[in-house]
């Protein structure tokens, strides 16, 4: 019994729209076929499912960068799906691309180089935080805030109190 290949996908996110780019084969012969953009949104993400849905013929392995909290949502998404998921630093790729010479610089570019970092070096996996985790670090998050909020107002209530 054979299994699919696995199809690796490479992704360059911004704010507001996500690059793609597939690539399937070993090392030797495995070329970015495909491309496609996608409006970084719940909308772009079921977009996505579908374009997958035509073009991959196999398991797939996701990859992007942790790039703030944009990606985030995406991962998720796919995760939920059932891919493979894994996010990694931005170093870690800029690393790979200088070791293949690489010097071209757009997003399906990246997108490309960022599936054949995927391929070639096959990073740890990523699962979502758990929802109560991600709760209370949501909530520490908040309370920090909310300390340093209140820092700022002791010293400016304290500053005019010394000039009256």
């Known amino acids: 019994m054979s299994t699919a290949p696995i199809i690796f996908l490479g992704i360059d996110i911004s704010k507001a729209t996500f690059d793609v780019a597939l690539l399937s084969g070993g090392k030797r012969n495995g070329k970015s076929s495909k491309h496609a953009k996608f409006d970084n949104t719940p909308s772009g993400f079921e977009q996505l499912s579908h374009w997958l849905q035509g073009n991959a013929l196999g398991a797939i392995h996701a990859c992007l960068e942790a790039t703030n909290i944009y990606g985030h949502d995406l991962a998720t998404y796919l995760h939920e799906q059932g891919h493979q998921v894994s996010i990694v630093n931005p170093a870690r790729i800029k690393g790979y691309a200088k070791s293949q010479l690489s010097r071209t610089k757009n997003d399906a570019a990246d997108a490309a180089l960022i599936a054949r970092?995927?391929?070639d070096i096959q990073p740890s996996l990523w699962h979502p935080?758990?929802?109560?985790?991600?709760q209370l670090q949501s909530l520490t998050r908040r309370?920090?805030?909310l300390e340093q909020m209140l820092?700022?107002?002791?010293?400016?209530l304290s500053s005019v109190v010394t000039r009256n």
């Open 129 to 134: 935080t758990p929802a109560a985790i991600a």
């Open 143 to 145: 309370l920090k805030a």
């Open 151 to 156: 820092t700022q107002e002791k010293i400016a």
């Open 117 to 119: 970092f995927c391929r």
